[in-house]
T-cell receptor, first 117, second 116 residues
Framework: GAVVSQHPSRVICKSGTSVKIECRSL??????MFWYRQFPKKSLMLMAT?????????EQGVEKDKFLINHASLTLSTLTVTSAHPEDSSFYIC?????????????FGPGTRLTVT | AQKITQTQPGMFVQEKEAVTLDCTYD???????LFWYKQPSSGEMIFLIY??????QNATEGRYSLNFQKARKSANLVISASQLGDSAMYFC?????????????FGTGTRLTVIP
């Protein structure tokens, strides 16, 4: 199956700093990428959808100024958590699809565990 | 309303036995897809099986089968001959065609523990 990587796999940062998480599709061009957040023992919640070359579409309740998403190329999307606080500590998972729309399969990355101290 | 409901927060099964994980869904769309994912403690989401709303046959993938009952809006996952490595969180998810997007709606998950 298609491979999606995330970097870093685990990051610890201090409160008030920003942290960037990368999501790469390794063997296909990802027209669409998704960012999910998962709290401990909870389900995945979609944060935003990004299409290459255009602004991300954020889900209701997700602060776009806090969670900056850039999808500058067909193989890379980044999520930057700005001015991180302890409540931002979570597991962040990206997924990528080779096209827009429901006909295209999503392939998940391995996730990034963020801990804000 | 919840689009995906998983009512079993935790399940136990004896090794080599079969287990059924429940999933019900809610949609007004005629065209949709149902997915099951496995999430081990390492965190990655592993795709297991897919059922399209127009598929007449229940999907099967090795030891995994999906018991699709459209009228009841249920899509239960059956794991046969459980193995210790099956211990993980299992998520049911749905994708609706009417949204025009590729959004996946996830249930709250079921933690499966396989007992030796």
């Amino acid at each position: 199956g298609a491979v999606v990587s995330q970097h870093p796999s685990r990051v610890i940062c201090k409160s008030g700093t920003s942290v960037k998480i990368e999501c790469r599709s390794l063997d296909f061009q990802a027209t669409t990428m998704f960012w999910y957040r998962q709290f401990p023992k909870k389900s995945l919640m979609l944060m935003a959808t990004s299409n290459e070359g255009s602004k991300a579409t954020y889900e209701q309740g997700v602060e776009k100024d806090k969670f900056l998403i850039n999808h500058a190329s067909l193989t890379l999307s980044t999520l930057t958590v700005t001015s991180a606080h302890p409540e931002d500590s979570s597991f962040y998972i990206c997924s990528a699809a080779p096209g827009q729309g429901s006909a295209y399969e999503q392939y998940f990355g391995p996730g990034t565990r963020l801990t804000v101290t | 309303a919840q689009k995906i409901t998983q009512t079993q927060p935790g399940m136990f099964v004896q090794e080599k036995e079969a287990v059924t994980l429940d999933c019900t869904y809610d949609t007004s769309d005629q065209s949709y897809g149902l997915f099951w994912y496995k999430q081990p403690s390492s965190g990655e989401m592993i795709f297991l099986i897919y059922q399209g709303s127009y598929d007449e046959q229940n999907a099967t993938e090795g030891r995994y089968s999906l018991n699709f009952q459209k009228a009841r809006k249920s899509a239960n996952l059956v794991i046969s001959a459980s193995q210790l490595g099956d211990s993980a969180m299992y998520f049911c998810a749905m994708r609706e065609r009417q949204t025009g997007a590729n959004n996946l709606f996830f249930g709250t998950g079921t933690r499966l523990t396989v007992i030796p």
